[in-house]
């Protein structure tokens, strides 16, 4: 698909309404290439975020399983994190892994790059694959993490699929592209 002749809308006006660690929202006023503007056009800006479908050499996938607040309740998520200022998504990814689980090393490949929705959020989540990790440390929680974690069955995870037991969607489309790829569903 060519993108050449795609034109951006033009940005006529921008303002902060909430700048805080974990809410930056902005109010911009924008043109579209054809003409029309659309006064109030309104963007969440996060840092990237990488999430990791890590698999131990026995071909287990540890979980986390965590309460979230908006949902109001706990749920089975893969690892995942938000990238430091400056960080490599990788580094972040290993980062994460081992400090909510434990698990480290391993052989590690992007599977994917995805935005939760680009139509209102400016950040990307990369979503790496980890096999034969191993433990390698004990869990570093921040203080306001409270996680535990789970080795889960090939089984296990079709199952939280089917189930629709998770609801993290940038975490759902990469272990569905992991399940597609090697045609385990």
């Known amino acids: 698909m060519d993108?050449?002749?795609?034109?951006?809308?033009?940005?006529?006006?921008?303002?902060?309404?909430?700048?805080?660690?974990?809410?930056?929202v902005r109010r911009d006023h924008v043109r579209l290439p054809n003409g029309n503007e659309i006064p109030s056009y309104y963007v969440f800006e996060y840092p990237?975020?990488?999430?990791?479908?890590?698999?131990?050499?026995?071909?287990?996938?540890?979980?986390?399983?965590?309460?979230?607040?908006?949902?109001?309740?706990y749920f089975m998520e893969l690892c995942a994190g938000v990238c430091e200022e400056g960080e490599e998504p990788i580094v972040s990814a290993r980062r994460e892994l081992q400090e909510e689980t434990g698990y480290g090393n391993g052989n590690w490949e992007l599977l994917t790059a995805i935005s939760a929705n680009g139509s209102s959020t400016n950040n990307i989540t990369y979503c790496f694959l980890a096999a034969d990790v191993e433990k390698v440390s004990e869990q570093h929680l921040e203080p306001s993490?409270?996680?535990?974690?789970?080795?889960?069955?090939?089984?296990?995870?079709?199952?939280?699929?089917?189930?629709?037991?998770?609801?993290?969607?940038?975490?759902?489309?990469?272990?569905?592209k992991y399940m597609a790829i090697n045609k385990l569903m």
């Open 3 to 24: 993108q050449s002749k795609d034109k951006l809308w033009e940005v006529l006006d921008r303002e902060y309404l909430g700048n805080e660690p974990w809410f930056t």
């Open 48 to 73: 990237s975020w990488v999430n990791v479908i890590a698999i131990t050499k026995d071909q287990k996938f540890p979980f986390v399983r965590q309460y979230r607040h908006g949902l109001r309740g």
């Open 145 to 176: 993490e409270d996680i535990t974690v789970h080795l889960l069955s090939l089984d296990e995870v079709r199952e939280l699929l089917l189930s629709d037991e998770m609801k993290q969607a940038t975490q759902l489309a990469p272990l569905w």
